[in-house]
């Protein structure tokens, strides 16, 4: 059974860069749309972006300038970087696979989710 | 961006009541979309896909349907461990793909 584990600091500065990371087990990244979505505390979700098995990406235009989502097949890991941070970036972050292989469709599995706050 | 537009924001419901959510589109997604349960502090949960297919370990208490670009969950029988908060997503439009604001099921 694949699983999802999220991973980095829990804080952040604001201006500075929010760093991320999600360890697939359990399964190979191989065949699959991998995603981050967050959720502001008390809020819906936002579908940030994904990555697909062969390095390609795609971003919501709302975050496109300041987003990086990239894959590390060899760790089994794949990896958000969100610039220029600000109050508003604070959030539950989860990732989250494609619930099939080879299509955009919607996330099952997801992570546990981790609380980023951006604060000086 | 395609909208979705959830309600009711909140719904107040006794254990046994048929609860029924409802998400609409801004514009046609043919039948891309899923309804997710999500409890506090965990992760949403995708109930069904492809606006009626249950997904697996799913209780058949649920269930999906569309007319148009208008989407309903229900929930036949509320038992105790629905009261939750549910999210529709649509996936017809990947750029990007939305959520509904969600509709928090509480109990009266």
């Known amino acids: 059974q694949v699983q999802l584990q999220e991973s980095g600091p829990g804080l952040v500065k604001p201006s500075e860069t929010l760093s991320l990371t999600c360890t697939v087990s359990?399964?190979?990244?191989?065949?699959?749309?991998w995603s981050w979505i967050r959720q502001p505390p008390g809020k819906g979700l936002e579908w940030i972006g994904y990555?697909?098995?062969?390095?390609?990406?795609n971003y919501n235009p709302s975050l496109k300038s300041r987003v990086t989502i990239s894959l590390d097949t060899s760790k089994n890991q794949f990896s958000l970087k969100l610039n220029s941070v600000t109050a508003a970036d604070t959030a539950v972050y989860f990732c989250?696979?494609?619930?099939?292989?080879?299509?955009?469709?919607?996330?099952?599995?997801w992570g546990q989710g981790t609380l980023v706050t951006v604060s000086s | 961006d395609i909208q979705m537009t959830q309600s009711p924001s909140t719904l107040s419901a006794s254990v046994g009541d048929r609860v029924t959510i409802t998400c609409r589109a801004s514009r046609s997604i043919s039948s891309w979309l899923a309804w997710y349960q999500q409890k506090p502090g965990k992760a949403p949960k995708l109930l069904i896909y492809k606006a009626s297919s249950l997904d697996s370990g799913v209780p058949s208490r649920f269930s999906g349907s569309r007319s148009g670009t208008e989407f309903t969950l229900t929930i036949s029988s509320l038992q105790p461990d629905d009261f939750a908060t549910y999210y529709c997503q649509q996936y017809n439009d990947y750029s990007p793909t939305t959520f509904g604001q969600g509709t928090k099921v509480e109990i009266k």
């Open positions: 989250a696979r494609g619930s099939r292989e080879l299509e955009l469709r919607d996330f099952d599995p």
């Open positions: 359990g399964g190979s990244i191989s065949s699959y749309y």
């Open positions: 990555v697909y098995y062969t390095g390609t990406t």
